[in-house]
């Protein structure tokens, strides 16, 4: 950004960070195209990002994260550990709630992916989403992401009434408690330690979840 | 991470023979431990046999009472599988205690059988390790060997089985079936499915090249009260330090019978039939209790910072017998 321009940028954190990385390594903004290298095994694959149909070439080694990120330019899922570890690149394969970073993108022909920026109706937040505004459920907001989507996804699991480790009758769904959350979030890490308040948003969401 | 083929098999024989038939090729289902492990160049394999799209993915009763689970059931699937919960409920909570949401979503039943340990010398390529690099040496010997296992070890390697799931299906004397590249198919016991690291602790199971498990198979549930207790650093998403997983039937303070095996202590899931005969007819004391841990404990070593699991094994055993056999 030089002095002439002067006042404010029109442009997104995200935006500038792209713009100045490509530019000092490629010397040209080319969002969504990742390259493959010449001479290693590639292959297309077809599925389904938020809704919209999508059909890549990519590097056999691509995970589903890297696709979505660097392909597809979907940077909502976030890569922390890049081993399944922090859960910030939590999405919903078919409903169910996954690590991206630990799945390959070419065996997902013909799945469904759904990410943070699939959750919300247009300008309609997810409850879950508005939540974790409401109560403040984030300090950096780098894990929130994956917080989010793994949220949606555990009130999904605890709705067809599966058990978890802290459940103590196994015969019946249980309420969700906060140790019931905590136990079923505990594949995400906060690095901040905003676990109290996202918590109370998923509580919220769960309202009487019982 | 390497280069790799990939392709999708169409059938169990078709992914044997395909797995058998090129060198430095896998299976991969969930792909949560192969993928972790192939980013760290710790696996490298050259083509990938995915499986994913098998129809071995249901949940059956057997006509014998019993219950046979394929080989891509999702570790939560199983784990909420009503019939799991009502008749082989260490088995649920063994499934539920271990790794995280997300992971059990992914993670199926034989992969689950056939991960690799979380020893840190074999995760790490710099450090010599005979598990990864048969004869480089164990630098768990005289390293950082606070998880490691302390039953079954030998002098070439000291790495702890990791898995939870492995442990019930242990206790509850589970059946491995496989099918071959030639196409027929066996059933190996779970006892006879592992292999003790001796001088080659490569060789992790009895699985011939190619050879492709299809189901785990349980017999009809036994009597008593299930029980997995794990004992860990964290509350919750962490490996076993010691873990118990017990089926117990005790009737006016005299132990009928007792079916024990155990987890994060053993090289694999560790089961010790002279315990069992000892508690058999046993009165629910602490001296049976005792008396169990030294039969289950006998042979064991500690290398050094592990060795507070021998005594944690000893004291989990009591604890959970003395919850199986209350009245």
Redesign the interface.
Known sequence: MSKETGGRVPLTRRQALEAGAAVAILGRVQPGAAQTTAGVPTMTVSFTVNGRPETLTVDTRTTLLDALREHLDVTGPKKGCDHGQCGACTVLLDGKRINACLSLAVMHEGQSVTTIEGLAQGDQLHPMQAAFVHHDGYQCGYCTPGQIVSAVGMLGEHKAGWPSYVTDDLATGPTLSEAEIRERMSGNLCRCSAYPNIVDAIREVAGGAS | ?R????E?AASPQAAAQAVAGTPGAKF?AG??NL??LM?LEVETPTH?V?V?RLTLADVADTPEGGLRIGALVRN?AL??HPRV??DY?VL??AL??G?????R??ATTAGNLLQRTRCLYFYDTSKPCNKRAPGSGCSALQGFNRMHAVLGTSEDCIAAHPSDMAVAMRALDATVETVRPDGTERAIPIGAFYRLPGNTPNVETALASGEMITAVTLPPPPPGRQVYRKVRDR???AFALVSVAAVVQAVGGKIRSAKLAFGGVGAQPWRVPAAEAALQGATADPAAFDAAADAVLAGGRGYGHNDFKLPLARRTLAAVLAGTTRA
């Open positions: 991470m280069t790799f083929t990939y999708r991969i792909g949560t993928l972790d980013k990938l995915d994913n939560s784990a909420a919960r009502r409920a649920s909570r539920l205690a790794a995280s949401g997300q992971l979503n992914k509350a919750s998403y």
